[in-house]
């Protein structure tokens, strides 16, 4: 038991390490996506909801068809992991073309980029330091909401594990489901800004009224973030990229990607604490967070953003 435990830490650690590659698809995405004409965020949040339509699947797919192999054998559940990795890696290594511009950081080393190409190099911005704030703040809001609502439902509505994954399913069906028809369509119609202010809005009152629900209606509040999650996710790294176009897409794309792991860890802290008086707690700061996250980005960056826009109106 020992021995296995010690070779679940290693593969956990080895997984961590590897998960900037949800992080480099997106940065892909916004490279093929970059057409250079005012067309460009489009074509970006097109690509950036194809691929996250594809994440949202594998959230979907990959617990049920982990959950059905253990039924069998525990260790099935990470030999099909291992297959699925083995076959990404074939299709990546024959069908994939390099989208990244040759610059300075393809001449160094593995390790001299790692200590002077990485993501925290970017925070010397302004810009980037109030975009980083901004965001640690909404993805401490998703990670609460993420990690606490199944002991939530446990607690106020004696949910079972089918239930709970009944839940799950049906929020990131509507996920997948919004990244593929809603998200492209949202920007052409209203641009990249105000579909963000919206879900970050909504997901707050969402979230304020889930602790009182019960039944079908917490399944379409569940439905509902869904659909504003996605909405937000497909817009963030096109607005990044729109804005920040000099600092390249794998370091932005992985700059997001870190402040979510480090807004978990925060997130599973302060729940814990807040999970000792009661499972609502979370919920509701997850709301309150969402709104500040709101204020954020409308005081530091929307706000700035509209003010260059009006200046040039006015020129």
Known sequence: MEQNYLLLLVSRFLTGITEGNVAIARAIALDIGETGDEKSAQSKTAAISLINSAVFLGWLLGPLIGGLLAEVESYYAMLAAAFGAFVCYVLVTAFLQETRIVSYASKLSVWQAV????????????????LFYAYFIYTLAINLFYEFYPIWLVDKQDYGSLDIGLATTNMTLFMTLSSVLLVTYFQKQFGLTAPMRFAMALLACALLIVPSSEGLQTHLLFAMCGILIAIF????PVYVSENEPSSGHGATMGLLTMTFCLANVFASIVGGILLMFDSTLPIYMS???????LGLFQYWLFKIQNSQFSVKIKE
């Open 233 to 236: 996710n497909g817009m963030l």
């Open 287 to 293: 709301a309150g967070f969402f709104l500040l996250a």
């Open 115 to 130: 200590r002077q190409e990485n993501s925290f190099y970017l925070l010397r911005s302004q810009w980037i330091r109030k």
